[in-house]
């Protein structure tokens, strides 16, 4: 692998960059490991790992073992991690990490994301990331065609430590664990009592946030049980578009010369079609259109969700003997959140509705002053913005018993139960038909949305409210009334889960000299899993703006599953073989859908002296496809796209074919104008015909544990991921270039275009894609060295040099590579970034009870791709993002029993780097937004 200067001088950097010790935190009780959990190591414990045989549990192995000797590759985040930024919420700190990708859905996604936050390892997909909390499966919670584990709705306050395992793990935990496992532990065995708040804003005085919460735990019957209950309140304030100065007006196209457009074809006026001429209505009459006339919906758009979440947790045990230890856990979360958009536009319906594909002005209307049909292009700003309102209530139950058998046998029995639901109110929208009803324009046959359409204003005075409406000027109220509706959406998630698991860490002593005691571990796990959306009944009709027209989403599927994995220590305590094992794990499952399948994985640990280990794992992988992509409902987005006809001159040596096409179609390129320029269309949904993919993940590394450094351990690790039969679609734009530049005209059926040749639909379903790989090299280093009698100096740095990320969007097609890239048309307005280096670094001076740190986030420079191929200098304005840096401090200090911080995250108010989205002018997704951000935090213990 060839590593250009740039990226040696940072790896230099990243490693010697360093500056003060661990800010004062909420001095946290004591706290010990859950009951029952499978992970259930405590931060305590991973931090001394390098030094210590303790034996613990670390995710990715259901046997004990000392941290030092697991072959997986696993990062640690304690609550002190997490306390020590300005984090609020679980997504708010993982964004950090380099590992952590950007393609999910997050509280940047102000349009579709339902006010989920969804996490993903290495840019493989929430879907292919397993969620646990305390080892044990979390019911998701679904949105309009996706559902996840919402992270946002687990209490940040509530959490001991998280441990996310980089590598599969569908071998140990079953499907969804394609790209690793995020295992969030929760605080147990707490005693004594906490309160902590923390509040901030920007220095534009908004994303105003707080974060009340309080922990409280006791022991009973003279410490044989535990009672630990905890709850939170917290509130992130939105970032308005307006607001930045960088994010509007948005630009949507984006030419190698000349003045790029501004904003939405669809104006706050009627635009119509007539013939060729394109035209908008002025105080009461019509002229041409002009780009000028166009609509900056920046000023109406939120950067960030406002989010609210209450929750509550509690947990207990208590042990009857070493054979019963009853445990239980509950957790409750309400969760409110809001995002604003533009006012509703309407241009016509998108298939399946049928009602007309273009919004028609009839030429019999009195109004009409064309003589002939004309066709509306509007934005109806008196009918206000769009208002996205959810509130999401989660609950989930787990209770369990274990002990030990016999010996050195032990058990864990487990039940669980989660629920969640959601109401998603829109506010603001409009319903088509009734619009079509105030322009009196009735459909010859209701049942084709391409048929003639008349003047008929009985089709409006029969109706009781309907008014009729000269579009040439404003929507009078009562109007806007009839026409206008609050659209209610409702979903449901449920979880039912069933394990047991039997282990013995010490069956029997390998017969050699340096044998080790052989660990093996068994079990069974059944679960179900459904899910369901229901829209609103306008939109099942197909009578919303826009004619989008949707059915309920419904469906489940349920699992039967047996594991069992073993661990060898071959060799211990002997010449160049401190530590020599391996641990191998099977898993065996039925799925009701999709029938068997067997997985596995191998590790081997081997440390020939005890400042080095060697390590490396191999595993392959199963994902059935989950609800929505079976069963999700077809829906209608405007993604960010462009229409070929508008830009044949980007296409290079293919931009001949491009033309070809246009003109075979009876549109001119070199006048052509879309109307939605930056945004297409597209019509999304599952595909019941979808089958599971598999996957192949192996890592190799080493970890260096020096004796001339105490508390130093740095290590490097080589992973690979490959994907077969990949769950996914692709991009509008690589679909609309596909079939233009002729590269593969079957794509063209997947596009329609309305009678003003603009494009109307394009139908991208989920499917079985071709293949995807990726891999690259992570380098960690954590190190405490002692400075004097009160001083400590802590250093961290977690570094991901991605090598490669390729993949086929035909099964046996051209592999396309995404490293490096900064793809801005995925999933509508929302980009997501695959840099090859991202690199976060922190410091931390203690001096007594006074602490400063310091944070640096870094995010390389990435080429732009457009979806379909990647941007190139002299046929684009804009082709790529530089690199850029975040530097975040704190100040901490303790007096008595309180913690008192103080920190500034984006400390030199960086801006976000500028992407041609059509959406934010940024990569919403993986750069900060927000801007400089002051938090002020206090917590007491007793």
């Known amino acids: 692998m ?25 001095l946290h009780a004591q706290t010990s490991p859950a009951p029952g959990a499978a992970v259930s190591a405590t931060s305590a414990a991973v931090a001394a790992g390098a030094g210590t045989s303790e034996q613990i549990l670390v995710t990715g192995s259901s046997l004990r073992t000392t941290n030092s000797t697991s072959p997986n590759p696993v990062t640690i985040v304690t609550a002190k991690d997490i306390q020590k930024t300005t984090a609020v919420t679980i997504s708010d700190y993982l964004s950090r990490l380099p590992s952590i990708g950007s393609s999910s859905v997050g509280n940047t996604t102000t349009n579709g994301g339902d006010g989920l936050s969804c996490a993903d390892i290495r840019n493989l997909g929430s879907a292919r990331t397993l969620i646990l909390i305390d080892g044990k499966r979390e019911v998701q919670t679904g949105g309009f065609g996706f559902s996840c584990v919402d992270i946002n709705s687990i209490p940040v306050s509530m959490v001991d430590s998280i441990e996310i395992l980089k590598d599969g793990g569908s071998a140990l935990y079953g499907a969804d664990a394609v790209a690793g496992v995020i295992n969030i532990k929760l605080k147990h065995n707490y005693a004594g009592t906490n309160f902590y708040v923390k509040g901030g804003l920007t220095d534009a005085g908004d994303a105003r946030s707080a974060l009340i919460s309080g922990v409280h735990g006791f022991d009973f019957d003279h410490g044989r049980g535990n009672v630990t209950l905890g709850g939170q309140y917290m509130t992130q304030g939105p970032v308005y578009q307006a607001d930045r100065s960088w994010a509007g007006p948005v630009q949507v196209s984006n030419p190698a010369s000349g003045t790029p457009l501004y904003g939405s074809g669809v104006p706050e006026a009627s635009r119509f079609f007539v013939g060729d001429q394109d035209l908008i209505a002025r105080n009461g009459s019509v002229s041409n259109f002009t780009d000028a006339d166009r609509y900056d919906y920046s000023k109406d758009q939120q950067l960030t969700n406002y989010v609210q979440t209450g929750s509550f947790n509690g947990n207990a045990h208590y042990t009857i003997n070493d054979h019963f230890n009853l445990y239980t856990r509950a957790l409750y979360t309400h969760k409110s959140t809001a995002e604003q958009l533009a006012p509703s536009p309407a241009t016509g319906s998108s298939y399946p509705s049928t009602l007309p594909t273009s919004f028609v002005f009839p030429a019999g209307n009195p109004y009409n002053p064309f003589g002939q049909d004309a066709d509306i292009y509007r934005r109806f700003v008196e009918f206000g913005n769009r208002g996205y309102s959810q509130g999401t209530d989660t609950y989930q139950i787990n209770g369990g018993l ?20 959601s109401t998603i109110n829109t506010s603001g929208s409009t319903n088509y038909r009734k619009l079509e009803q105030e322009l009196g324009a009735r459909q010859v046959d209701p049942s084709d949305p391409n048929s003639a359409v008349v003047y008929d204003p009985s089709y409006c005075t029969n109706s009781p409210g309907c008014v009729l409406v000269n579009p040439l000027g404003k929507w009078p109220t009562n109007a806007v009334d009839y026409a206008r509706f609050t659209q209610h959406d409702r979903s449901a998630y449920q979880l039912r889960d069933f394990n047991l698991r039997i282990k013995n860490d010490d069956l029997a002593r390998l017969p050699w000299r340096g044998g080790g005691d052989v660990g093996i571990s068994f079990g069974a796990e059944h679960r179900g899993e459904s899910g369901s959306y229901q829209v609103d009944p306008i939109v099942g009709s197909g009578d919303s703006g826009g004619g989008v027209a949707s059915d309920p989403t419904t469906g489940a599927f349920n699992a039967t599953e047996a594991f069992i994995e073993g661990n060898f220590p071959l060799l211990h305590d002997m010449p160049f073989a401190r530590d020599l094992s391996v641990d191998l794990q099977g898993r065996f499952s039925h799925y009701n859908t999709f029938g068997n399948t067997k997985n596995w994985k191998a590790s081997i640990n081997w440390a020939p002296v005890r400042d080095i280990r060697f390590r490396g794992t191999m595993s392959t992988g199963f994902r059935q496809p989950n609800v929505n992509e079976l069963f999700g409902a077809q829906n209608v987005s405007y993604n960010s796209a462009n229409d070929p006809c508008i830009q044949s001159g980007t296409y290079g040596a293919k931009s001949a074919a ?37 996957s192949r993940t192996y890592t190799f590394g080493t970890v260096l544990t020096p004796r001339w450094a105490p508390h130093l351990t740095a290590s490097i690790d080589y992973w ?23 590269s593969n005209p079957t794509y063209c059926s997947a596009i329609s275009r309305n009678g003003l040749d603009q494009i109307s ?30 001083d400590t100096l802590t250093l961290s740095n977690q570094y991901q040099q991605l090598i490669g990320y390729v993949m086929q969007n035909v099964a046996g097609g051209a592999w396309n590579n995404y490293a490096g890239r900064l793809v801005y048309t995925n999933g509508g307005n929302y980009p997501y970034a695959i840099p090859r280096v991202r690199d976060y670094v922190s410091g931390t001076w203690t001096h007594g009870h006074f602490s400063a740190t310091y944070m640096m986030r870094y995010i390389g420079g990435m080429v732009l791709n457009n979806g379909s191929s990647d941007l190139v200098k002299g046929q684009n304005g804009r082709y790529q993002v ?32 500028f992407v041609p989205d059509a959406g934010f002018n940024t990569g919403a997704g993986i750069y900060d937004v927000v801007g400089r951000t002051i938090f002020m935090s206090a917590g007491v213990t007793f």
């Not at 490959?722 to 679609?729: A, D, Q, Y």
């Not at 139908?763 to 891999?775: C, D, H, I, Q, V």
């Open 2 to 26: 060839m590593i250009g200067r740039s990226t040696r001088l940072f790896l230099v950097y990243s490693a010697c960059l360093g500056a003060f010790s661990v800010a004062a935190m909420p």
């Open 402 to 421: 274990n002990g030990t058998i016999v010996g050195n046998w032990s058990y864990d029995v487990s039940g669980a139960y989660g629920k969640s639901t």
């Open 658 to 694: 491009v033309i070809g096409k246009c003109v075979s179609q009876g549109i001119n390129p070199a006048t052509f104008q879309a109307a939605n320029s930056g945004q297409v269309p597209t019509t999304a949904g599952g595909n019941p015909s979808l089958q599971p993919e598999t």
């Open 720 to 742: 690979h991921t490959s994907i077969e039969n990949l769950i996914s679609s692709v991009s509008s734009q690589y679909i609309l270039d596909q079939c233009y530049t002729g």
């Open 761 to 790: 639909s394009v139908k991208s379903l989920e499917a079985n894609l071709g293949g995807l790989r990726t891999n690259g090299i992570d380098f960690n280093l954590d190190y405490m060295v002692r400075l004097g009698r009160h």
């Open 882 to 913: 530089a690199g850029i840096y975040y530097h975040d401090v704190a100040l901490g200090y303790t007096i008595g029993r309180w913690n008192l911080q103080a920190n500034v995250n984006n400390l030199f108010d960086k801006n976000a780097p």
